[in-house]
């Protein structure tokens, strides 16, 4: 029974049992099958027609970066590009587009910026029961049983600064300046006098707050196209029909402008296009009145990089003031931004949704396989069918993000069909190939609603769907043994693996989201950035006994699309009965 015995316990590994959920990203595991070298001949091998061979292993791997989408310019990105679809986003964005929430401006500018990192620590054991037909024994049939115990962790590393702008410092700035009659701002002197409360907004964050109004709906403190189709601040015309009561300066990095904020409106020296483009960084730049705004309202790119400051002017009596409406503007914001105190991480908290490290302990979805192998001359080539038992845990709680990777399949049933082949042209290397397709069967799932338009997935309300996909795994491996001694050798191989989009159909047609909107759903939200491509060199080394071996390698994914950049270290022990 020599090869075809460990060509199947090589195939314990080689074949692709993956641990998935429904929107499962990860690549396949080294030990999810066994060692990856090619079968050996086993030195013990005796006349006896049955063999039950077992083995054990032990698995890191890890991972903090994810490779891009087709649809992304940056090589690769934060494992939060392919958990919500991209690595930084704003709340509303979880939402419906047109979302409004008055009461709470952090949803519409604050960004969420989670850095996040995958550990495991998983053990697997595997048994393998193998009877030999014929009269030279080399047609086989058999099964393999492999059980994995996993420990993972999916931790939020910036726990404390997840959030742009908790505390307003990013978007707001407030500060005395001290002016003279050419707009400078030297270390205060007889000549220069004294501006209190000269501010500087970012645009993004005042077009998220909102003015109460008396028995009325609040108004949107900023206003794109008011009555007279020009943009307004707390209802005052802020372009140079209006002697340019504010302007803006461009930052490049969106942070907040050095040096002075008030300044007269000689120091203008650009005007803001409709989109909001038409400054270099730094720049001074005012609103024209004829120009029409509207397509900076959702621009929230270009907002971001727009900070309104105060015109100041002399009065007759020579005083360097802020201008009257620039005042108002700014009496306005600070009335508003008083009242603010929950942030947008808080706000998700309070409805269920926490970004909180995760850990998921616990029994893995059981493996089985039953298999006919043959040999020959130099090589030998086995056929499998498979199944995967949904004994994983199961993710009920869509609102613990993080919690996203099960230690299963989430209980879905999912079976394979591949082959395996070996060709030994010599004593000291042998060549084995094998291809597999998987396909997890459609099962339900508690998910947080996909809302029809939203750029962010996997934030909202949990609602039902059912999910159903397959994939395909291939290996080519190159196995060298060392020629006085062909118990002892090395492998390197390459992996391809191809998982295609995720099949997700929803239970309902609407949902209400947190802010008590009624709003349609689409699955395509969920689907999107769940097709995944993987591409991944491994190598091992293993040394053989009479009744044992010893293995231990290491793999890593170099390329890919939507596939972290994983990689793992195993050692595993197999004993020959």
């Given at each position: 029974?020599?090869?075809?015995?460990?060509?199947?316990?090589?195939?314990?590994?080689?074949?692709?049992?993956?641990?998935?959920?429904?929107?499962?990203?990860?690549?396949?595991?080294?030990?999810?099958?066994?060692?990856?070298?090619?079968?050996?001949?086993?030195?013990?091998?005796?006349?006896?027609?049955?063999?039950?061979?077992?083995?054990?292993?032990?698995?890191?791997?890890?991972?903090?970066?994810?490779?891009?989408?087709?649809?992304?310019?940056?090589?690769?990105?934060?494992?939060?590009?392919?958990?919500?679809?991209?690595?930084?986003?704003?709340?509303?964005?979880?939402?419906?587009?047109?979302?409004?929430?008055?009461?709470?401006?952090?949803?519409?500018?604050?960004?969420?910026?989670?850095?996040?990192?995958?550990?495991?620590?998983?053990?697997?054991?595997?048994?393998?029961?193998?009877?030999?037909?014929?009269?030279?024994?080399?047609?086989?049939?058999?099964?393999?049983?492999?059980?994995?115990?996993?420990?993972?962790?999916?931790?939020?590393?910036?726990?404390?600064?997840?959030?742009?702008?908790?505390?307003?410092?990013?978007?707001?700035?407030?500060?005395?300046?001290?002016?003279?009659?050419?707009?400078?701002?030297?270390?205060?002197?007889?000549?220069?006098?004294?501006?209190?409360?000269?501010?500087?907004?970012?645009?993004?964050?005042?077009?998220?707050?909102?003015?109460?109004?008396?028995?009325?709906?609040?108004?949107?403190?900023?206003?794109?196209?008011?009555?007279?189709?020009?943009?307004?601040?707390?209802?005052?015309?802020?372009?140079?029909?209006?002697?340019?009561?504010?302007?803006?300066?461009?930052?490049?990095?969106?942070?907040?402008?050095?040096?002075?904020?008030?300044?007269?409106?000689?120091?203008?020296?650009?005007?803001?296009?409709?989109?909001?483009?038409?400054?270099?960084?730094?720049?001074?730049?005012?609103?024209?009145?004829?120009?029409?705004?509207?397509?900076?309202?959702?621009?929230?790119?270009?907002?971001?990089?727009?900070?309104?400051?105060?015109?100041?002017?002399?009065?007759?009596?020579?005083?360097?003031?802020?201008?009257?409406?620039?005042?108002?503007?700014?009496?306005?914001?600070?009335?508003?931004?008083?009242?603010?105190?929950?942030?947008?991480?808080?706000?998700?908290?309070?409805?269920?949704?926490?970004?909180?490290?995760?850990?998921?302990?616990?029994?893995?979805?059981?493996?089985?396989?039953?298999?006919?192998?043959?040999?020959?001359?130099?090589?030998?080539?086995?056929?499998?069918?498979?199944?995967?038992?949904?004994?994983?845990?199961?993710?009920?709680?869509?609102?613990?993000?993080?919690?996203?990777?099960?230690?299963?399949?989430?209980r879905h049933f999912e079976i394979k069909f591949g082959a395996v082949g070996t060709w030994e042209p010599n004593c000291w290397f042998i060549l084995k190939g094998d291809a597999f397709y998987n396909h997890a069967f459609k099962a339900n799932e508690r998910v947080a609603a996909p809302f029809r338009g939203a750029t962010v997935k996997n934030i909202g309300p949990a609602i039902d769907a059912d999910i159903s996909w397959h994939y395909f795994l291939s290996h080519l491996d190159f196995n060298f043994l060392v020629p006085c001694n062909p118990r002892v050798g090395f492998m390197v191989g390459y992996e391809l693996y191809i998982k295609s989009k995720d099949n997700v159909s929803l239970d309902q047609s609407t949902a209400t989201d947190f802010l008590g909107n009624v709003q349609p759903l689409d699955p395509n939200v969920l689907e999107r950035r769940t097709k995944v491509y993987g591409h991944k060199v491994r190598t091992?080394?293993?040394?053989?006994?009479?009744?044992?071996?010893?293995?231990?390698?290491?793999?890593?994914?170099?390329?890919?699309?939507?596939?972290?950049?994983?990689?793992?270290?195993?050692?595993?022990?197999?004993?020959?009965?």
């Amino acid at each position: 029974m020599n090869k075809r015995l460990f060509g199947h316990i090589f195939l314990i590994m080689t074949l692709v049992n993956l641990s998935l959920i429904g929107r499962e990203l990860r690549t396949p595991w080294s030990l999810r099958r066994g060692h990856l070298h090619a079968p050996l001949p086993r030195p013990t091998d005796e006349d006896g027609r049955w063999a039950i061979d077992t083995w054990a292993g032990a698995l890191h791997r890890e991972s903090d970066k994810a490779f891009k989408d087709k649809n992304t310019t940056a090589k690769d990105q934060s494992l939060a590009g392919i958990i919500f679809g991209t690595e930084n986003f704003i709340a509303l964005e979880a939402f419906a587009p047109g979302t409004i929430s008055p009461q709470n401006p952090f949803l519409a500018f604050a960004q969420l910026r989670p850095e996040i990192s995958y550990n495991e620590n998983s053990a697997y054991f595997g048994f393998n029961f193998d009877y030999a037909l014929g009269c030279e024994c080399r047609l086989h049939v058999g099964a393999r049983v492999v059980i994995p115990f996993r420990s993972i962790t999916i931790e939020l590393e910036n726990c404390c600064d997840l959030e742009e702008g908790l505390d307003l410092s990013d978007v707001c700035r407030l500060q005395d300046e001290h002016v003279d009659g050419t707009g400078q701002s030297p270390t205060p002197n007889p000549t220069t006098q004294r501006v209190p409360d000269c501010y500087a907004y970012r645009l993004d964050f005042l077009s998220s707050l909102f003015i109460e109004q008396a028995g009325a709906n609040p108004e949107p403190l900023v206003n794109y196209s008011n009555a007279m189709n020009r943009i307004a601040i707390a209802a005052r015309d802020i372009t140079n029909a209006n002697d340019t009561p504010v302007h803006a300066i461009q930052r490049d990095n969106e942070m907040a402008p050095n040096g002075l904020f008030c300044a007269f409106e000689t120091a203008v020296t650009g005007e803001i296009n409709a989109d909001g483009s038409g400054l270099v960084n730094d720049q001074r730049g005012q609103f024209i009145s004829t120009t029409d705004y509207t397509p900076l309202e959702n621009n929230i790119a270009a907002q971001r990089q727009l900070w309104i400051v105060p015109t100041v002017e002399v009065t007759d009596a020579g005083n360097i003031i802020m201008s009257t409406d620039g005042r108002f503007i700014g009496d306005a914001i600070q009335n508003i931004t008083r009242k603010l105190n929950e942030t947008a991480v808080v706000f998700f908290a309070e409805n269920g949704v926490t970004f909180n490290t995760q850990h998921n302990v616990g029994i893995g979805d059981i493996n089985t396989e039953f298999y006919t192998n043959y040999e020959f001359c130099h090589g030998m080539i086995e056929g499998i069918v498979g199944m995967k038992l949904p004994s994983g845990i199961k993710i009920k709680d869509p609102g613990e993000v993080l919690r996203i990777f099960s230690t299963g399949n989430n209980r879905h049933f999912e079976i394979k069909f591949g082959a395996v082949g070996t060709w030994e042209p010599n004593c000291w290397f042998i060549l084995k190939g094998d291809a597999f397709y998987n396909h997890a069967f459609k099962a339900n799932e508690r998910v947080a609603a996909p809302f029809r338009g939203a750029t962010v997935k996997n934030i909202g309300p949990a609602i039902d769907a059912d999910i159903s996909w397959h994939y395909f795994l291939s290996h080519l491996d190159f196995n060298f043994l060392v020629p006085c001694n062909p118990r002892v050798g090395f492998m390197v191989g390459y992996e391809l693996y191809i998982k295609s989009k995720d099949n997700v159909s929803l239970d309902q047609s609407t949902a209400t989201d947190f802010l008590g909107n009624v709003q349609p759903l689409d699955p395509n939200v969920l689907e999107r950035r769940t097709k995944v491509y993987g591409h991944k060199v491994r190598t091992e080394m293993f040394h053989q006994g009479d009744y044992w071996e010893l293995f231990g390698g290491w793999t890593t994914v170099f390329a890919g699309r939507n596939a972290p950049q994983e990689s793992d270290w195993h050692i595993g022990f197999v004993a020959y009965f």
